[in-house]
């Protein structure tokens, strides 16, 4: 009998034929996303799950699926599965990285040249029809800060962080880093989180999201940074503290932010940060083109496609399920 393989969204790319055609796939049509109960309720029975980061794979789903042997999940972020649960269980997860890091890097030096030039500010200025002859061109009119010849501070030089890095040097930046585990990069100087702090001009998020970066950036280490700096995060909510980021905005300490992701997604109408003129916002669009995403789909049903086949998945997240 034929395994069954639920999957949370319709896919693009090239390849979720192939997993049709090795399984009973069901997707999930909508409108919109699978409420939770609709998850529990599809995977009765489910050998697979294809999901994406919107899905929480916590414990309560496990329960509703006995027969689930794998996960694989169209990203490379994984904070919205409990993968010590299902590790437990001996349920494999797969993720999608490699493909998505230079599209999530443009999309952080987009924010970090927005926030820093005003951008997104400016465009509102025009379009609201306020750029009159009492509001037009002057010395200080819509000045920001330059972005070449800045010091940049990366928290976290992973695959993206050092793509970051590439378009900085492209820039004429001064490049710094902080990584959790000892990291050297030609032409990035390593150093503490607070001494990146304290000289960083730009600042951009690069870690996941575990219980150890949780807050990594919080009130206290916001205090350290250099007055007027700038942040931009495109890697998860809850790095950011953004109560602590909305505060140093607000009283003046930092010049303004870029942030394409959020604590809760979509986010809510009264986060601190969205009414902030200072603040650049985007809908969690890091790795958001045609291509990227096309490629992270076939990644996810290469992964899929291997756990049918008894085989371990290509990007697999806790090997240690195959012993
Ligand atoms: C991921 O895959 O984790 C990214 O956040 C998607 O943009």
């Known amino acids: 009998m034929a395994s069954k393989v639920f999957v949370t969204h319709q896919l693009p790319g090239e390849r979720i034929r192939e997993l049709a055609q090795q399984c009973e796939m069901n997707v999930w049509m909508g409108p919109g996303l699978l409420p939770p109960a609709g998850l529990r309720t599809e995977l009765a ?40 649960a299902l590790t437990e269980r001996g349920i494999a997860i797969g993720h999608t990285p490699g493909v998505l890091v230079e599209t999530t890097a443009d999309t952080a030096f987009a924010l970090l040249l927005a926030a820093g030039r005003r951008i997104a500010e400016a465009d509102r200025f025009v379009r609201r029809g306020e750029w009159g002859p009492d509001n ?13 010849g800045a010091t940049l501070g990366i928290i976290g030089l992973g695959e993206i962080g050092q793509a970051v890095a590439r378009r900085a040097a492209g820039f004429g930046m001064e490049v710094l880093a902080w990584n959790r585990s000892p990291r050297q990069v030609s032409g990035i100087e390593m150093l503490g989180l607070d001494e990146l702090l304290e000289r960083s001009d730009f600042v951009s998020i690069h870690v996941a999201l575990t219980p150890q970066t949780r807050d990594l950036l919080n009130a206290d280490n916001i205090a350290l ?28 300490r930092l010049l303004a932010a870029g942030v394409d992701v959020f604590e809760r997604e979509p986010v809510p109408a009264d986060n601190p940060l969205l009414g902030l003129p200072n603040v650049v916002v985007t809908p969690h669009i890091g790795s958001a083109t045609l291509r990227t995403r096309a490629r992270m789909a076939d990644i996810a049903v290469a992964n899929a ?3 049918l086949r008894g085989e371990a998945m290509p990007c697999c997240v806790n090997p240690a399920v195959y012993g």
Do not use: Y
């Open 45 to 84: 029975g489910c050998q697979g799950l294809v999901c994406l980061l919107t899905d929480r794979i916590d414990s309560s789903v496990l329960d509703a699926a006995p027969d689930l042997q794998f996960v694989s999940s169209m990203s490379v972020g994984v904070d919205h599965i409990d993968v010590a």
């Open 136 to 148: 037009t061109w002057a010395p200080e009119f819509f000045t920001g800060v330059d972005v070449g």
């Open 225 to 252: 940074m250099k007055p007027g700096a700038v942040v931009v995060n495109t890697a998860r909510g809850g790095i950011v503290n953004e109560q602590a980021l909305a505060d140093a905005l607000i009283d003046g």
């Open 305 to 307: 496609l291997a756990a």
